[in-house]
């Protein structure tokens, strides 16, 4: 059975830095690609990020290029996000999902991140 | 940026009705890279649909994709009571990833 779950959110205050960690099983988790996919409180879905399954290459949504970096460690079985430079308006409930082709078939919980003074 | 709307914003419907929502995309999302999602409150959102019309494993028949190129459908043939959520599209065809704004489907 495939699991995600993340860890590493709370409270930072505007500026601040934050690592979110995810930690798989259930799949052979160096064979896929992983995304990072965020919720502000009450909106939608918005992409993150994504990284191949050997980390040769990475994407990044416009609204994050340059603060925040994904990493994966295949020998742990998991999948990071440094968060550097954060704004009020990244506040929100961040999911690790596990991709097929670039399709997110499995999500965790979510980790909430709150950037607030 | 492929940006993706949906319509209508929220759909209104008893259960046993059919359910047609839409998601027309910016620009061609090629080889179907399209896919939706069912999301409940407090629960992270469940793969339906990939590929435009692949069901995802589990997923109940009454679930449908269609749809190439912009214009995309997904089809709930008759609505059980644990069908009414928000439903979101979404392109993996190229970066940025992106999602449409969601179809909340509510109890009329």
């Known amino acids: 059975e495939v699991q995600l779950v993340e860890s590493g959110g709370g409270v930072v205050q505007p500026g601040g830095s934050l690592r979110l960690s995810c930690a798989a099983s259930?799949?052979?988790?160096?064979?896929?690609?992983m995304h990072w996919v965020r919720q502000a409180p009450g909106k939608g879905l918005e992409w993150v990020s994504l990284i191949a399954g050997d980390g040769s290459n990475t994407f990044y949504a416009e609204s994050v290029e340059g603060r925040f970096t994904i990493s994966r460690d295949n020998s742990k079985n998991s999948l990071y996000l440094q968060m550097n430079s954060l704004r009020t308006e990244d506040t929100a409930l961040y999911f690790c999902?596990?991709?097929?082709?670039?399709?997110?078939?499995?999500w965790g919980p979510g980790t909430l991140v709150t950037v607030s003074s | 940026e492929i940006v993706l709307t949906q319509s209508p914003g929220t759909l209104s419907l008893s259960p046993g009705e059919r359910a047609t929502l839409s998601c027309r995309a910016s620009?061609?999302?090629?080889?179907?890279?399209l896919a939706w999602y069912q999301q409940k409150p407090g629960q992270a959102p469940r793969l339906l649909i990939d590929?435009?019309?692949r069901r995802a494993t589990g997923v109940p028949d009454r679930f449908s994709g269609s749809g190439s190129g912009t214009d995309f459908t997904l089809t709930i043939s008759r609505l059980e009571p644990e069908d009414f959520a928000v439903y979101y599209c979404h392109q993996c065809a190229t970066s940025p990833l992106t999602f449409g704004g969601g179809t909340k489907v509510e109890v009329k």
């Open positions: 590929d435009a019309s």
């Open positions: 620009q061609s999302v090629g080889e179907n890279y």
């Open positions: 259930g799949f052979t988790f160096g064979d896929y690609a």
């Open positions: 999902t596990k991709a097929s082709g670039w399709t997110s078939d499995y």
